[in-house]
């Protein structure tokens, strides 16, 4: 079989070694119902989770009594939102602030919200996808209950400047959540300095297991539950804990806690080889994302004049993986809400190709993702009937 | 996700390419959509000698403009006037549903070129009497 390149690990990740291993035992072992507390395989199971629910609170800077584990991070943004909606109904407050580029299960979940009578802002970006402080500080309202912006972004990979946000909903006094999925082991996150009352986690981007998560909950903060029922993780989020998954994602957070500094100074310095290494070799692309404020594994640049599912499907015969966000990837009409918002007319967004390193990529890696996406852009550019940005931006 | 056949026109495309004196020149749908198709006809005889495509567009696309090339050529204009968008994707083994619009795009990219053949020539062809080319603006993506 001939190498692959997997660069989609915003997607996902390959699960770590160790992390599969420690899951392992939780099957056939060590299987106890962590409820069952009245014999030892049952406790067991309680230690195991206790001990991971350490783990993950000391990642970032919480106390464990207030961390609670999710799905996934689709869980936790739902349960963010419509925990903390409805636990303001008829209490004045209905008012929430976003951003125009979350991810769709923070945007769809206020679109579901607006249906009870939520009333929702979702804040500008710039081009470089960077919320404006003074546009959020003037949308607060007496009847703001929640701000909810992600700490990075999936696409284009911006970090916001989150402690300077928790800063404005402190003085405030408005909640802040915050979905960290993709800043999980890539940036420092720290819920006391940077202010956070409530953080979304997943496992699967950090070289865990798919399906678990976690959300950070402050102490005091007023949440209804979400998935009602039993009474574990006390009493705010029922059913059975996948305590295999539990292990595996605290494992997951263990491996990425003890590398940080050297894990994401080795991908950022990649990361700056490639996107100079497209920017040399492609003429008429665009970087979408900030130069710097960016997570260490995106590189995510338009094509001009080409569009991206034709360029994914030409990587796939060389091996190489990676996502576009044209509209023609996603079966909706348009291109990515991302992308449009940092103002991307929608010929170059249809044009756009997200790849993100993971700890496996090469040097020599990047050198040959580049000449081949020199060679695809290329021979798209000649079949193209768009030869300029005349032809683009022509309506 | 594609066919064989989708694949085969995707990674090796028949008719690539532009033409210069063309007789009929047809471009159809916009860079908002994500789709741009441009047909380049040469007609002696009313017959299509050779064609010519370029395409801004998916995977898909640019397989249904190959493939509708390949399906006109040689043919005369009344038989390429009848091509439609289901005899692309038959001819293709099947397109996804949200990859169907595709295939009319490459429809009304050969009737874009045989109209503009018409009016260049003066010549009636039969089924485009009331041919109303595009107009960009009033497109609505897929
Ligand atoms: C920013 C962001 N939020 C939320 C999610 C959803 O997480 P999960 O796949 O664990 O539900 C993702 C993953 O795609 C993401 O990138």
Same mark, same amino acid.
């Given at each position: 079989?001939?190498?692959? @390149?997997?660069?989609?690990?915003?997607?996902?990740?390959?699960?770590?070694? #160790? $992390?599969?291993?420690?899951?392992?035992?939780?099957?056939?072992e060590?299987? +106890?119902?962590?409820?069952?507390?009245?014999?030892?395989?049952?406790?067991?199971?309680?230690?195991?989770?206790?001990?991971?629910?350490?783990?993950?609170?000391?990642?970032?800077?919480?106390?464990?009594?207030?961390?609670?584990?999710?799905?996934?991070?689709?869980?936790?943004?739902?349960?963010?939102?419509?925990?903390?909606?409805?636990?303001?109904?008829?209490?004045?407050?209905?008012?929430?602030?976003?951003?125009?580029?979350?991810?769709?299960? $923070?945007?769809?979940?206020?679109?579901?919200?607006?249906k009870?009578?939520?009333?929702?802002?979702?804040?500008?970006?710039?081009?470089? +996808?960077?919320?404006?402080?003074?546009q959020?500080?003037?949308?607060?309202?007496?009847?703001?209950?929640?701000?909810?912006?992600?700490?990075?972004?999936? #696409?284009i990979?911006?970090?916001?400047?989150?402690?300077?946000?928790? #800063?404005?909903?402190?003085?405030?006094?408005?909640?802040?959540?915050?979905?960290?999925?993709?800043?999980?082991?890539?940036?420092?996150?720290?819920?006391?300095?940077?202010?956070?009352?409530?953080?979304?986690?997943?496992?699967?981007?950090?070289?865990?297991?798919?399906?678990?998560?976690?959300? @950070?909950?402050?102490?005091?903060?007023?949440?209804?539950?979400?998935?009602?029922?039993?009474?574990?993780?006390?009493?705010?989020?029922?059913?059975?804990?996948?305590?295999?998954?539990?292990?595996?994602?605290?494992?997951?957070?263990?491996?990425?806690?003890?590398d940080?500094?050297a894990?994401?100074?080795?991908?950022?310095?990649?990361?700056?080889?490639?996107?100079?290494?497209?920017?040399?070799?492609?003429?008429?692309?665009?970087?979408?994302?900030?130069?710097?404020?960016?997570?260490?594994?995106?590189?995510? @640049?338009?094509?001009?004049? $080409?569009?991206?599912?034709?360029?994914?499907?030409?990587?796939?015969?060389?091996?190489?993986?990676?996502s576009?966000?044209?509209?023609?990837?996603?079966?909706?009409?348009?291109?990515?809400?991302?992308?449009?918002?940092?103002?991307?007319?929608?010929?170059?967004?249809?044009?756009?190709?997200?790849?993100?390193i993971?700890?496996?990529?090469?040097?020599?890696?990047?050198s040959?993702?580049?000449?081949?996406?020199?060679?695809?852009?290329?021979?798209?550019?000649?079949?193209?009937?768009?030869?300029?940005?005349?032809?683009?931006?022509?309506? | 996700?594609?066919?064989?056949?989708?694949m085969?026109?995707?990674?090796?495309?028949?008719?690539?390419?532009?033409?210069?004196?063309?007789?009929?020149?047809?471009?159809?749908?916009?860079?908002?959509?994500?789709?741009?198709?441009?047909?380049?006809?040469?007609?002696?005889?009313?017959?299509?000698?050779?064609?010519?495509?370029?395409?801004?567009?998916?995977?898909?696309?640019?397989?249904?403009?190959?493939?509708?090339?390949?399906?006109?050529?040689?043919?005369?204009?009344?038989?390429?006037?009848?091509?439609?968008?289901?005899?692309?994707?038959?001819?293709?083994?099947?397109?996804?549903?949200? /990859?169907?619009?595709?295939?009319?795009?490459?429809?009304?990219?050969?009737?874009?070129?045989?109209?503009?053949?018409?009016?260049?020539?003066? /010549?009636?062809?039969?089924?485009?009497?009331?041919y109303?080319?595009?107009?960009?603006?009033?497109?609505?993506?897929?």
């Amino acid at each position: 079989m001939s190498k692959k @390149f997997y660069l989609d690990n915003a997607a996902t990740t390959r699960v770590k070694k #160790e $992390v599969i291993d420690e899951m392992l035992k939780y099957f056939d072992e060590k299987y +106890g119902n962590p409820s069952s507390q009245l014999y030892e395989l049952g406790r067991r199971s309680k230690e195991a989770i206790d001990n991971a629910r350490k783990i993950v609170a000391d990642f970032i800077n919480a106390d464990e009594k207030e961390i609670y584990f999710t799905a996934g991070g689709s869980e936790s943004d739902n349960w963010a939102l419509k925990g903390v909606a409805f636990a303001n109904f008829n209490k004045g407050k209905n008012h929430i602030i976003t951003t125009k580029i979350e991810h769709h299960a $923070v945007l769809h979940t206020c679109e579901y919200l607006e249906k009870f009578g939520v009333k929702t802002t979702y804040l500008d970006v710039d081009k470089y +996808g960077m919320i404006d402080l003074e546009q959020l500080k003037e949308a607060i309202t007496p009847e703001t209950m929640l701000i909810s912006i992600m700490f990075a972004n999936n #696409e284009i990979g911006t970090i916001q400047p989150i402690e300077q946000i928790g #800063e404005i909903a402190k003085e405030h006094g408005v909640l802040l959540h915050v979905d960290a999925v993709q800043a999980m082991g890539a940036v420092k996150i720290d819920v006391k300095k940077q202010h956070i009352d409530l953080l979304s986690m997943s496992a699967h981007k950090l070289g865990g297991p798919k399906g678990i998560g976690g959300m @950070f909950i402050r102490k005091g903060v007023k949440i209804d539950n979400l998935i009602h029922g039993g009474g574990q993780e006390r009493g705010k989020r029922a059913g059975t804990e996948g305590v295999q998954n539990i292990v595996g994602f605290a494992k997951a957070v263990e491996l990425a806690s003890k590398d940080f500094d050297a894990h994401v100074k080795k991908l950022t310095s990649l990361r700056n080889k490639f996107i100079e290494g497209i920017k040399n070799n492609i003429p008429d692309v665009i970087l979408n994302g900030h130069p710097t404020m960016r997570l260490p594994n995106n590189v995510n @640049f338009s094509y001009k004049y $080409v569009e991206g599912e034709s360029i994914l499907l030409l990587l796939d015969m060389d091996g190489i993986s990676a996502s576009s966000g044209s509209a023609c990837t996603s079966g909706s009409l348009d291109p990515s809400h991302v992308l449009l918002a940092t103002g991307l007319d929608h010929g170059t967004a249809h044009g756009s190709i997200r790849f993100t390193i993971g700890e496996e990529t090469t040097e020599e890696d990047i050198s040959f993702v580049v000449q081949t996406m020199k060679g695809i852009v290329e021979r798209l550019r000649m079949m193209s009937p768009i030869k300029n940005d005349e032809d683009l931006y022509k309506k | 996700m594609y066919t064989e056949a989708v694949m085969d026109h995707f990674r090796n495309p028949r008719n690539v390419g532009s033409m210069e004196n063309a007789d009929g020149v047809g471009q159809v749908g916009n860079p908002k959509c994500g789709d741009i198709m441009k047909i380049y006809l040469k007609i002696n005889d009313e017959t299509i000698e050779d064609v010519k495509f370029e395409t801004f567009g998916c995977g898909s696309a640019i397989a249904s403009s190959s493939m509708a090339t390949e399906l006109i050529k040689g043919k005369s204009i009344n038989e390429a006037v009848e091509l439609t968008n289901k005899a692309v994707v038959e001819a293709l083994g099947g397109l996804p549903p949200v /990859k169907v619009h595709c295939s009319v795009l490459a429809e009304q990219a050969v009737k874009s070129a045989l109209f503009d053949y018409a009016q260049k020539t003066g /010549k009636v062809i039969k089924g485009l009497e009331n041919y109303e080319p595009i107009d960009d603006d009033d497109i609505h993506c897929h």
